[in-house]
């Protein structure tokens, strides 16, 4: 048997009730395929404000860094918009990726076949997608200093924000990007806005120099705006994309959305070593939270990115994944998937048939 | 009889070509409103780093100055792209902007019903699509200080940008949104990262401060990522939509894609006083340039624009674009927008199309 510690986030909104699911399927397949997993649930986001007044304990930080894998499921939520942004749900979602180093985001985007009605782009343009972003997640301009709201000699205010990044940070997320590549279709695309900002012309130069080492890498590079429009004119162009932090917040989720239903969309970021984080794209729902209408298809892909990524137990992911399609062949769907003629279930129901499946 | 001086920036590519036929009928309804138009060309661009070494001599610049409005066609070209950034194509643009304070960029997404299908979305969900992004176009990242690529004390180079807004630009662009939005649906998104940067915080504090200027305009707020989604999502809830220059140049590009025919959009550039700059949404597209198969209907459309925004000539404007639509309701095409059953025309063809229509 091999033991595993967890520590779960449900966060908040729609959080407790998909990762309710997520861990019922991980208890089963465990049994399944030999895993022992023991989990410890800690506080984040607006939940950590409520019970500490802090989005991310130093308590939750500890449990995560004493575990083998951390699953997250969504924070935020109206209640807390108008605190001060260092007391805000997002804040702690921030302090966890630094605290724990997690400088690589695996984005997956893929149609699934028997989802692709519900994308908004006509069928034979996203049949067929399937495309990973590679997101820098602890650098960037989410941590550049100087940042801040500052006074002028005049008087008037002016906010301001750095974008940087150094050449080993660059390297670092090009080797995850280009290996991630690797075990795909072979074809990286840097996203970068190097006719502007010296910041991206550093980050073309390092990745142009990088693959080098990846001769058996196909290697593009796109500026942001045109990346952003071929996204939307032909999105099968791309295999794996790697991107600085904000650039990839805003392309992985136009990405995502291509798909017509974020709420099957899960994520993985990692570290160099430690303790991963596993969450699904979608946010918290906070208006549908309680009322067992979620989808948790997410929370569960995303357990089983962990079982791959984190864990490193593939077929136990496989299987996970395996079981999600087989759900939705069997017309399984929840309220956000829902189309004539399948069967509608509630967050609870659809993980009974997940662990039927 | 009215005058105007009118600079013509032919660039790189297939500018010239599309120019041509912009000047064509331009010329043909000055007659008909009783316009005069003293044109003046200057260089910008690849076309002028061949002949003076720069992107934006300063006699072109001087031109621009004294002209009641400048129309631009396009720059740039794989020909240029390796030079340093202060000396590509680009920097010619850049300056431009910077040089006639232009810090307000229009950028219209609208779907033409004849050209509906070459959407990549659904037709339920772009039927009636009519976007005006209002894009801050001489502050945040794109200009900001410090920004270089500098040697830290290891030795590693280090490559930074910063974003950075005040007030008062703020302030600035925020009216000219709320006017556009005035003059159309009445509704205005702003778009930021204001969970994540500080110089969106103020950002998002000044608008909603501005907006109660505007009691009568129905104001909201995007973060960048989700409104990336939601304009492939469900783009029909935009109508005016302002964010800051690099924000601004990614989402005005996904929603021009979003009408599946960028070869149709026009864009303007307007300062506190003096011209205005106004240039097709595409690019110079080196391919296909002296072929005769350009579309010139976005610099058409363009010089529309300028009568309209910069030379308060709204019928001569209003007939331009009537003659848009009458081609393409006769069936009348260019390469990148045919389709079965429709005529095929050149560059020249469709401007002597636009002239008998
Ligand atoms: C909530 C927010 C801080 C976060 C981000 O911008 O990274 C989110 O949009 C994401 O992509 O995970
Ligand atoms: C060419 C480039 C500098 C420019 C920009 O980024 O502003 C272009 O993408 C645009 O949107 O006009």
Chains 1, 2 share one sequence.
Not at 12 to 26: H, S, T
Not at 208 to 235: C, F, G, K, W
Not at 322 to 340: F, K, N, Y
Request: negative net charge; aromatic residues 6%; glycine residues 10%.
């Amino acid at each position: 048997t091999q033991n595993y510690r967890i520590t779960l986030l449900p966060g908040d909104g729609i959080g407790p009730e998909i990762m309710a699911v997520a861990v019922d399927v991980l208890k089963v397949v465990g049994k399944q395929f030999d895993l022992e997993f023991e989990f410890q649930e800690a506080l984040i986001g607006g939940a950590a404000i409520e019970a500490t007044g802090e989005p991310l304990p130093s308590a939750t930080l500890d449990t995560c860094r004493n575990s083998d894998a951390v699953l997250l499921a969504a924070i935020g939520g109206y209640k807390w918009d108008s605190l001060p942004s260092n007391l805000r749900p997002e804040a702690g979602l921030l302090g966890l990726r630094a605290g724990l180093g997690l400088f690589a985001n695996l984005r997956p985007a893929k149609i699934l076949p028997q989802l692709i009605d519900a994308s908004t782009l006509k069928r034979e343009v996203v049949e067929g997608v399937d495309i990973m972003v590679v997101r820098e997640l602890t650098g960037g301009i989410y941590f550049g200093k100087p940042k801040g709201i500052f006074a002028t000699e005049t008087g008037e205010k002016r906010g301001l924000n750095t974008m940087v990044y150094s050449e080993s940070e660059i390297e670092r997320i090009g080797r995850v990007a280009f290996e991630a590549a690797r075990k795909r279709g072979g074809k990286l695309c840097s996203v970068d806005k190097a006719n502007v900002l010296e910041v991206s012309q550093l980050w073309r130069d390092r990745i142009t120099q990088l693959s080098q080492e990846y001769p058996d890498i196909e290697l593009s590079h796109l500026y942001v705006d045109n990346a952003a429009m071929q996204l939307v004119r032909a999105p099968k162009q791309f295999d794996t994309i790697v991107t600085g932090n904000l650039f990839g917040d805003i392309l992985s989720d136009a990405a995502a959305m291509l798909t017509g239903s974020i709420g099957m969309l899960p994520s993985a970021s990692l570290g160099a070593s430690g303790p991963g984080v596993f969450e699904p794209v979608h946010g918290s729902a906070p208006d549908i939270a309680g009322l067992d209408k979620a989808n948790p298809l997410a929370q569960v892909l995303s357990a089983a990115m962990m079982l791959r990524y984190g864990l490193d137990q593939p077929k136990a992911a496989d299987h996970i994944e395996q079981a999600v399609l087989q759900v939705l062949e069997q017309g399984d769907r929840t309220g956000d998937i829902i189309s004539p003629g399948k069967n509608l279930l509630g967050c609870r129901a659809m993980g009974d048939a997940l662990i039927l499946a």
